[in-house]
């Protein structure tokens, strides 16, 4: 942007706060937030072009000394920046076998890094008079995970034994749609029986306020037990295939990949891990804060991995504060769990913490460094923001194109990182923000832990956009009726 004559300064697009965001649009119409999808969708070069178009529009304003704007995007090298990129992880499975990033649904052939430790029994529930629908859901997921069929037969593309179902229901219960008390009788039931692993259950779609699904993952979490909802529209998918049998499409393949790798996840399996991680790092730490109503706040859901990407646990604390600033008192609770967790895996205390922080990390820094003084830890503190308005754009061969997976701009102290592939997507990424606030580590190696981190979801074979670190401490504030509180748990009731 040029004020006057031979005086250049960096223009900031994200000082111009949007009124009408594509979430709100959403929310208000989905169906025409549908139809505009592919206008609204942009890539980097039609972005650029239609902001050069528009700054053309402008063009010079006289009262304000003539100022004009540059049509030229600013180089990153103007404003303080070097450009980068973080090379893609290698993911290991079953057998060690080595994934390439966009290759997950090969775990299938070669088997979960490390499967649910015992054989996983099985409670069920449905829509009364739907008990033929809960039978092909139930069939087809037992097929695939436990004998390695698709479609009554054996399948090229998985393995048998992924997981140890048993074959016999520990409970089969009816509930009346529309009944609230009637949802709470069927999920009380349940969980007055010992013994059951996992929860499946099937959900009308479209039912939000007067549906099942808040009821029944609340009541389970008390109970400390995890579930699996399956909406009405994908059984529904299953009976039809099951009916037409190997002459079926592959409609369902996607689904069961997703079912079978959220009941490993809430069951306390891992599909993969990093092969090789950077930085001499023992363990990741993700925080957050839940806003419940105004005022009201629960910290801080940490969730805790080895330098692997391994989960240990992950923790909600039970006492809701004041503001976003995480007492002194409740981060005592979390990181003494931290500690706890990692010595019950590895017989020590970490030598090395680093601490993602969703958001801003404005929690006392006197505490942090005397609690890991006192200990003989060392530690590094990286705030990971994910609202932000900035863009990438990707010079090649002079042509505008989107930033790939990988891509970054960075400083001492300071990084934009795209985390998410957009090949054979529409629209263009949203990078995520990344800040050292203390610590050692130089800001190649965070930027090349907070990537391979996002390549680790586990209940999908699709990515995050954030790190498991904080896009889990996320979920859980999401999702905290449904995540039992006030102990470490390595089983993923929020996915």
Known sequence: MALQTGIE????PQALKPVLTRETVSRMDAAFSMRTESLVK???KTRVLLDQDFIQDIGTIEPLDGMKFETDPCTVEKIGYKKGKVKEPLLVCGKDKALKCGEEFKVFNYGFYRKT?????????Y????YDLMK????GIYTFAKLGKYHGEKDLYTMAGLLDLDVKAMVREEYE????TDYKRAANKLQKIEGIDLVIALVPDGMEEDGPYNPFKTIWAKANIPSQMISMKTAKLFAEEAKEGNKAKNNSRYYLHNIILGILGKTGGIPWVV???PGNVDCFVGLDVATIAKGIHYPACSVVFDKYGRLLGFYKPAAPQQGEKITTRILQDIFDQVIFAYEDRFGEMPKNIVIHRDGFSNEDDEWYKNYFAAKGIMYNIIEVRKNISSKLI???NGQIENPPMGYCVYNADKGYLVTTNMKNKKGSPNPILIEKKCGNLSMADILTQVLYLSQLHVGSTQKMRLPITTGYADKICKNREFVPEGKMDDRLFFL
């Open 117 to 125: 430790e015992k054989e996983i029994k099985i409670g069920y529930l």
């Open 127 to 130: 829509p009364r008079n739907s």
């Open 177 to 180: 749609l529309g009944d609230i």
């Open 275 to 277: 092969k090789d991680m």
């Open 42 to 44: 942009r890539n980097m």
């Open 9 to 12: 300064l960096p223009y900031y």
């Open 394 to 396: 990707f010079w090649q």
């Open 136 to 139: 092909a859901v139930v069939n």
